[in-house]
């Protein structure tokens, strides 16, 4: 962007994103996943398209036009109109971006051709059934105003736009030429040849106003391309999705033997863009973006997770946060930068985590049973164990540190005398009396006491030393605990929505001065509440972001702002109050 951000999505939000600056800026109006962006030729408007949300009206599927540097929304578009999630979308440009294409994901995709700018909600000035087949992409010819290109699975096609508005296509033709099974991305050559990258790994170049291959260069890359990017000077960039390569042409599509490979963890290459001189951006296939040059190598400026996010716990006295996902990596944070300080691979599809009193250890329960202990700094393995073949649902040491427990969907809690300054663990029991799976735990503020809550809605309480149940919970109203995080308990009743089925809310986090607490929903909301919530209907601030059930939130050490983690969406958020 002009303002040296770059533009991406996590689920509903859409980024701008200033590395040097460390800051980022949100654009907020979609209410489901963003599945595609597009940038005018201005520079200054962007629009995006999004999937198919909760909401009855403002969930249907749409694009929104808006205003990069005020964040202002300019037109909303096909509301009502697209049957499928708007996966494709570009500007016009030989017009100045007077009109907008679009393809959905419907059955049957359909391409439609916008006046965006005309009307409230903009005008379709044509559709048609496009493929049966998957689209992958769709661009506006840069110099030709009528001509649209689309790409997907065993073709490409050459759209007119006539003067009637009505479009008509031109299949490209391979000539018995190793045609691939995708053709992957496109681009365009300073002269109007249309430059497509495959699923083969070949570039193949269609001569301006034709549907046949005017140039075909075989193998670039070992399996797919993900993305060709035109450079400013007239060269072009191919990034390749399984091997990680980019490989730099010149403007006749003559391989320069410039190369560079992405560091293997980082995944492959997804999309190549072009940055401030001669930098390049790079998003990869496991959801990092990289900056660099072909002669200096890429560093990553953004890392993420690939797969669910179910771990989630804040560092009790630094502003760092641990996150743990289904893609088996163990993430620490620091929330200043919003950056990760350090990643492992536990090999181990995680599903709770937590942090001992003293920050120092952590502990990462996962989906096998098997529960690990790490120190905080070193990311060592420092201990591991083994209790039931069922996920462990939650985990949390005592405030005095001596204990760790355990919930396990297998219906019991695994309490833990904690030794070595939390490198060795020796076991005191199982506590048993759940009739269904535990699904989050809490402790007394004098360590005497857990409380726990299960899948069928059972709120129980446990003395640790003994692992037996206590069954006059009255005499226990005046206990002070040392974190929220049941979602059944009598000072959390006002969260529950009307006609809730108890598995509404996924988690709850109060504030350390016990003022606030937050949920997390299955609707992707994450709600802000006074404590404690005793009333029905009690009042919240709703946050939008996620763009599907929010699995974790935790505050922060100092209250000031809170974490939220998704589960289909894997992001990460952080939120501030006030």
Known sequence: MPTGEMAYFVAAAVVLYNAEEQAQRHYLGHTDDVRSLAVHPNKLLVATGQCAGHERRDGMPHIRVWNSVSLATVAVIGVGEFAGSVNCLSF???????????????????ISVWEWQRGERGHRVTETKCSVDTIVGAEF???DRNQIVTIGKNHICFWTLDQGGALYKRMG?????????????????????????????????????????AKF?????????????????????????????????????NLLGAQA????????????????GTQLLVGTTRNCILTGSLELGFSPVVMGHTDELWGLATHPSLPHFVTGGRDRLLQMWDSLSHSVVWSKDIGEQVQSCCFSPSGDTICVGGISGRWMTFDAT?????????????PIQAVRFSPDGA????????????????????????????????SSFVTHLDWSEDSKIMRTNSGDYELLYWNPTTCRQITNPSSLRDISWATHSCTLTFQTLGIWPENADGTDVNTTARSHDAKLVATGDD????????????????????????????????????????ISTGGHDTSVMQWTIG
């Open 92 to 110: 016009s440009r030989a017009d100045a971006g007077a009109l907008l294409v679009a393809v959905d994901d419907a059955p049957d995709r359909t």
């Open 141 to 143: 010819h840069p110099l």
């Open 173 to 213: 033709v391979f000539e018995g030429r190793d045609k691939p099974k995708y053709v992957t991305c496109m681009t365009f050559t300073a002269n109007g040849d249309t430059v497509t990258g495959d699923s083969n790994g070949n570039v193949i170049v269609w001569g301006r106003g034709t549907n046949t291959i």
């Open 217 to 253: 260069i075989r193998r670039v890359h070992d399996g797919s391309i993900f993305s060709l990017c035109a450079l400013k000077d007239g060269g072009i960039v191919s990034g390749g999705g399984k091997d990680g390569r980019l490989v730099l042409f010149d403007a006749d599509l």
């Open 261 to 276: 490979a992405i560091e293997a963890h980082f995944g492959g290459v997804r999309v190549v863009s072009e940055g401030r």
């Open 378 to 390: 070193t990311r060592e393995l420092l201990d591991e164990h083994m209790d039931g073949q069922e």
């Open 403 to 434: 204990f760790l427990a355990l919930g396990s969907r297998d219906n019991g809690i695994y309490v833990y005398q904690v030794n070595g300054n939390g490198r060795r663990y020796s076991k005191i029991g199982r506590c048993v009396g759940h």
């Open 523 to 562: 609707w992707g909301k994450v709600k802000l509440y006074g404590y404690p919530a005793c009333q029905p209907k009690s009042l919240a601030h709703v946050g939008c972001g996620h763009s599907s059930h929010v699995t974790a939130v935790e505050f922060l050490q100092e209250d000031a702002r809170l």
